[in-house]
Nanobody
């Protein structure tokens, strides 16, 4: 069992930055791949980024590539999402997830555990 708690969301102006954190409980964090997803009002949840258990592989949605960076610190049981050059269309609730099986296509892993989400609002 893995419990995930996101933090770091908030209100930011377009062009600004935020760093989201996702703290995981349990001693097996380093054996899971981690992902970030988001869901805007009235829209389906979409994949944002993923990182392998070691951090050696990273994947991004085209909409955030070159603006967002996913990273992890296995010693701290935490995964991060650094978001730069934010746009109003990035406004959403952001969720982190832990996965154990790789897939060929996005979202690149099958996710077993989900956090409760953190709100990110980007004003124009």
């Amino acid at each position: 069992q893995v419990q995930l708690v996101e933090s770091g969301g908030g209100l930011v102006q377009a062009g600004g930055s935020l760093r989201l954190s996702c703290a995981a409980s349990g001693r097996t964090f380093s054996s899971y791949a981690m992902g970030w997803f988001r869901q805007a009002p009235g829209k389906e949840r979409e994949f944002v980024a993923a990182i392998s258990w070691s951090g050696g592989r990273r994947y991004y949605a085209d909409s955030v590539k070159d603006r967002f960076t996913i990273s992890r610190d296995n010693a701290k049981n935490t995964v991060y999402l650094q978001m730069n050059s934010l746009k109003p269309e990035d406004t959403a609730v952001y969720y982190c997830a832990a996965g154990s099986r790789a897939t060929m296509n996005p979202p690149f892993y099958e996710y077993d555990y989900w956090g409760q989400g953190t709100q990110v609002t980007v004003s124009s």
